[in-house]
């Protein structure tokens, strides 16, 4: 009699939390049926129909859960866990919960990310009068993008302005490459083979026709990885914006990066000097000797070794959200000013540097490249129209391109 007394108590407790799964199904079974009741599409429905159905199964059949439970917990066998990959899982998160405060970051950047591609995709579409045309895209291996293009506008040449949300998994050799950076990204006694990772991210640039409106750049973004149990692990935001004009107009500059020095300030003092010096250190044509424009900011990495992810999340929506306000009162006072052929072939050299950098050493589009599955066409939207090499040219002494040219080889303090 005394060794069933053991047995006894657990099947009462395991009874017990049957009764409460019961109860907890006929609490959110309403969300459920609005769920199905809705016209999200096929897949969307048949989630929430398994959703349902897992809740009113422990209501319906306790005493076969119950059993089933307690012969698991005498043979002492694991419970078997999720086997769905890190795209799914959020996918199912989005169907059944929607995306809130409280949701994982991966969903909350997404979505901030593709508000903020709605608002300037408005803004250049009113300045230019031309609407951008929009791809959206699928990864198989999970995720996709919106890609929006303008070609041949009234004011812009070419802008793009791309959200990608790219789920996939790392090999170990990127694993070991990236601790380098991020010491949590592994347990260095236990490198697993793989891990799944999940990346979001707005990129968008901007070439005017007019040679005395100036290009401009940004591109904000965060990255995590999965554990192999399903768990968070290590992450990061990185980002920047900054500034290329083909003509220099200090009160541009100084507008420009006076409003990124606010947005910095405005979470850390130290930011706009170091996320300064680390762009014009960045986005720096080494074979050329010279910066690629006057700059921004730039930053990378950002982990909890510098801020708590809600604070940086927070640094990251302020900087993004700053950049209509500061660059289209910027382009307005240029994008109608007289200019001569001589200056717009001068526009085409400088382009070239800015294909030159952008295929030769930025780190994105290297990426972005290598990256299987990646979607070349989003990848190289970056690239101008249209470009010129000259050989050996060089701008005549005292002129306005030889200023631009000397800025860019010794980077100025704008504010």
């Not at 070794?305 to 604070?311: F, G, P, W, Y």
Request: glycine share 6%; proline share 5%; net charge neutral.
């Amino acid at each position: 009699m005394t060794s069933r007394r053991p047995a006894l108590r657990l099947w009462a407790q395991c009874k017990a939390r049957s009764q409460l799964s019961s109860t907890r199904a006929v609490n959110v079974s309403p969300i459920s049926r609005r769920a199905l009741s809705s016209s999200s599409g096929a897949g969307a429905s048949d989630q929430t129909s398994t959703s349902l159905g897992r809740y009113l199964g422990w209501a319906v059949v306790g005493l076969f859960a119950t059993a089933s439970l307690t012969y698991k917990m005498t043979i002492n066998e694991p419970l078997k866990m999720d086997t769905a990959t890190l795209a799914e899982r959020d996918q199912r998160l989005k169907t059944e919960q929607g995306v809130s405060d409280v949701s994982p970051m991966r969903l909350r950047m997404e979505k901030f990310v593709k508000e903020q591609q709605r608002a300037i995709v408005r803004a250049l579409e009113e300045v230019d009068g031309t609407s951008f045309r929009v791809d959206e895209w699928q990864r198989k291996e999970g995720g996709g993008g919106i890609t929006c293009v303008l070609q041949d506008g009234k004011v812009f040449e070419k802008a793009g302005v791309g959200v990608s949300v790219v789920y996939g998994t790392l090999p170990k050799p990127a694993i070991l490459k990236m601790r380098a950076n991020h010491k949590n990204i592994a347990d260095e006694n236990n490198i697993p083979d793989s891990l799944e990772f999940f990346a979001a991210g707005l990129s968008m640039i901007v070439h005017p026709k007019n040679p005395m409106a100036p290009t401009v750049h940004l591109n904000y973004r965060y990255f995590e990885t999965a554990n192999p149990d399903g768990s968070p692990g290590a992450w990061w935001f990185g980002g920047g914006c900054d500034l290329t004009p083909c003509y220099l107009f200090d009160e541009d500059a100084v507008q420009f990066h006076r409003s990124l020095k606010e947005v910095c300030d405005k979470h850390n003092k130290d930011y706009y000097p170091r996320f300064k010096k680390w762009c014009d250190e960045y986005f720096y044509n080494k074979h050329r000797g010279e910066a690629r424009g006057v700059g921004g900011i730039f930053f990378d990495d950002l982990d909890e070794t510098v801020s708590d992810k809600e604070n940086l999340f927070a640094f990251v929506r302020d900087a993004l959200e700053s950049f209509v306000p500061t660059y289209i009162p910027i382009v307005n006072r240029r994008k109608d000013m007289a200019f001569t052929e001589q200056e717009k072939e001068w526009q085409q050299i400088r382009r070239g540097r800015y294909v030159e950098f952008n295929l030769v050493h930025d780190r994105g589009t290297a990426f972005g490249l290598n990256t299987p599955g990646a979607r070349v066409e989003s990848i190289l939207m970056s690239l101008p129209l249209t470009a010129s090499w000259k050989y050996m040219h060089e701008p005549e002494p005292k002129s306005r391109e030889a200023r631009l040219v000397e800025v860019l080889q010794n980077p100025k303090e704008w504010v």
